[in-house]
């Protein structure tokens, strides 16, 4: 695996895990929620980690068997973003947690975000430039 492609990914994670973070502070800043509890900081920024691996691990492999990676790899990308993003919606959280309707408004577009940095930071990688 080319060290820059790691770098990619671990900096695809660490931005979409900033970016995460800061939109829940807002969102439950703005609304007056909170929900720590069930969607703790340390939480949002190993699963935006966790994915943006995954999703260069993807693209590693889908580079190796081509030879370069398929167009369709971000088409696929954003189907499994915009389907992942309807799991909260699915979460039946404790009946202790004030608010539980604005929970799926909270994490949701958080699904979106590792793609959408990945897809961000594509024209770097195109030049063989470490993101």
Known sequence: MRPALFWCGITTGLI?????VGYA???QSALSVDFSRVAPVPA???ANMGVAMLVMLAWWLAERRRGAAPRSFNVGLVVLSLLSAAIPFMVNLPLSIPAPELFPGLTAPMHLLPALVWLALQPWRATKKPC
Do not use: N
């Open 16 to 20: 979409a895990a900033a970016l995460s």
């Open 25 to 27: 502070v807002l969102y």
């Open 44 to 46: 949002i920024i190993s």
